[in-house]
């Protein structure tokens, strides 16, 4: 009974905690990793999105640590994303290799590997947080206990990516219909920059030099990518 009673405790403090600023604050990192996630799976270097999203797995435990005050270890942080995400990265592969297409297929293979990229991000990082908020360090993280938990929070982790993609578009259309009835009001010669494209090109050099200054990519990457978006502008 004095057991039941414990862990009724013990869940009361978690749930009322959940609205904590360390908590808020956790869940901004997990927004912010997702996001980025987001954006690295649009990388069109084969294998290379894989990569820059594991490392962004990894940088988001490792900012989750610093913001539960609790130790983080590289070796057991790249051990569970690589025990928890090993079925999504085998997607990712498949989407990453559909990229290679030319044409649709570079589209529909971003897309398909970003919303993965972004679901298994918000997912590893809701398993985190729970996890740190009941007590666990990365240390007695289980993964093999906490995998069900994972492919939970995936699914739903899809529906929030796919969410930031829409809002993410309109954002862009507005931004679009903005500059399209400013210019109609009166053109500015040489505002090129205003139009859709161009706020894609400027959202997508954004999300390059983040990736950059995270560390994902190095500075010789980020050049090459960056002279590609400059030359599909």
């Not at 996001?35 to 649009?42: D, K, P």
């Not at 010789?220 to 030359?231: A, R, W």
Request: hydrophobic fraction near 40%; include cysteine.
């Amino acid at each position: 009974m004095q057991v039941l009673k414990s862990a009724q405790t013990v869940k009361k403090i978690v749930m009322s905690d959940s609205n904590s600023p360390r908590s808020q604050h956790a869940e901004t990192i997990i927004r912010n990793h997702v996001v980025w996630s987001m954006g690295a799976g649009f990388i069109p270097i084969l294998i290379a999105d894989i990569f820059a999203v594991s490392a962004l797995q990894l940088d988001m435990i490792r900012q989750m640590c610093r913001a539960y005050d609790l130790d983080f270890s590289e070796t057991q942080g790249k051990a569970i994303v690589t025990s928890l995400t090993s079925t999504t990265l085998a997607r990712l592969g498949a989407g990453s290799i559909v990229k290679l297409i030319p044409g649709l297929g570079s589209v529909v293979g971003g897309v398909t590997v970003s919303i993965f990229a972004g679901a298994s991000t918000y997912a590893l990082g809701q398993v985190f947080k729970r996890h740190f908020e009941s007590g666990g360090t990365i240390l007695d993280f289980d993964p093999a206990r906490l995998k069900k938990m994972y492919k939970e929070q995936f699914e739903k982790g899809k529906k929030v990516a796919e969410q930031l993609r829409k809002d993410d578009k309109a954002k862009a259309e507005a931004e679009a219909a903005k500059a399209a009835e400013t210019a109609a009001e009166g053109p500015v010669e040489g505002n090129k920059a205003t139009g859709s494209s161009g706020t894609d090109s400027l959202a997508r050099l954004r999300e390059l030099a983040q990736l950059r200054d995270a560390g994902v990519i190095s500075e010789e990457e980020f050049q090459q990518l960056k002279q590609k978006v400059i030359n599909d502008f």
